[in-house]
């Protein structure tokens, strides 16, 4: 068994970033700490120059050509190879309402509709998937995707987040913490809404996150003035700014697993999100689920007033730190060999 792992040069190396850049690095990295038969394939340029260079390149020596973006794979010329691609999600063809930000204008519209539809359209077109969560399994099997032909493997909470968590400095500060980005789909102004009905002047929200996309809109909506946008967070400092946090809140509309929701439980965090979002069931499991930012608020005043059971605590805790990547590494490679098998 030879495997190909592809991807866009850089994009397996430890600062490559967030989001599907981590799992790119990780997946690599805990492949081949198990495996003699995985390789990284890197091609230059962008997800259109990916399509075109794939097509052309040679393959020939692999069992395995494994995609690991969102970007149409077009190098599938060879009969002996086996195609598999992961589908992090397929919000932009399930929920394109919460694609678009404030603002956006109708080249955005048509980018969506013409090039990332289509991308996350091709991803149906491999002969195998491999899915980050039950919810994206059941999405791509609703478009058609034959159910027999996907596996799922988790992803994983870096070891980091399992160091022991540190006492607050300052106790008399209760502080309710987002991590993310400033995008519609995250459904930031869900938290806001929340924070402006508190009138607790102990009660403080640090908002963490470049600013981009919604920023701007979301500052003007944001009347509690213990509101503190803190700007981009360091991955160098994110376990410290989570053990800056009493409560994390994380209330989007639709995500393909939610990577902040384990991490902030891993640290011990009690965790609200917005019940009606698209959340994977094995991720939301011990989460407070908010109907309505009244509710959220609601929520917030007991956990300050009352703390966070330390039983659930502590089950919240061992869950999130079981999601590892070494675990994401071993199911993929089983995956590949039930493949050839």
């Known amino acids: 068994m030879k495997v190909a792992l592809l991807g866009l040069k850089g994009d397996f190396t430890p600062d490559a970033g967030a989001g599907v850049k981590r799992y790119m690095f990780e997946l690599y990295t805990n492949l081949i700490k198990i495996s003699n038969n995985v390789e990284k394939v ?3 340029g962008g997800g259109i120059s990916f399509a075109i260079k794939t097509f052309f390149a040679d393959f020939s020596k692999y069992d395995i050509l494994h995609n690991l973006m969102p970007i149409p794979f077009l190098g599938h010329k060879d009969s002996k190879n086996v195609v598999i691609t992961t589908a992090h999600d397929f919000q932009p ?22 090039i990332i539809y289509l991308w996350f359209k091709s991803t149906l077109s491999s002969d195998y998937l491999i899915c980050d969560s039950t919810q994206t399994k059941e999405e791509a099997i609703g478009l058609g995707f034959d159910k027999d032909k996907i596996f799922v493997a988790n992803l994983g909470v870096d070891k980091r ?13 209760f502080t309710v913490g ?5 995008r519609k789909r995250k459904n930031l102004e869900f938290g806001i809404e929340a924070a402006n009905l508190i009138n607790d002047r102990d009660i403080f929200f640090d908002i963490w996150g470049k600013k981009e996309y919604e920023y701007e809109y979301l500052r003007s909506v944001a009347n509690n003035k213990n509101i503190q946008f803190r700007g981009f967070a360091p991955e160098n400092k994110i376990v410290d700014i989570y053990d800056s946090f009493d409560v994390f809140i994380f209330p989007s509309y639709h995500e393909g697993f939610g990577l902040p929701i384990l991490e902030a439980q891993a640290r011990g965090l009690p965790v609200i999100i917005y019940k009606y979002g698209k959340i994977p069931k094995e991720v939301r499991r011990y989460c407070f689920e908010a109907e309505s930012p009244e509710h959220m608020a609601q929520i917030i005043e007991q956990l300050k007033e009352n703390g966070y059971n330390e039983k659930e605590r502590k089950k919240a805790m061992e869950y999130a730190r079981s999601f590892t990547w070494e675990r994401c590494g071993r199911e993929t490679l089983e995956a590949y060999q039930k493949v050839l098998r």
């Open 42 to 44: 890197e091609f230059s």
């Open 93 to 114: 063809i399930l929920y394109p309402q919460f694609t678009f930000d404030r603002g956006a204008t109708i080249k955005d519209k048509l980018w969506l509709r013409l």
């Open 161 to 173: 987040f399992f160091k022991p968590t540190k006492l607050k400095n300052n106790k008399n500060r």
């Open 178 to 182: 987002y991590l993310g980005a400033m």
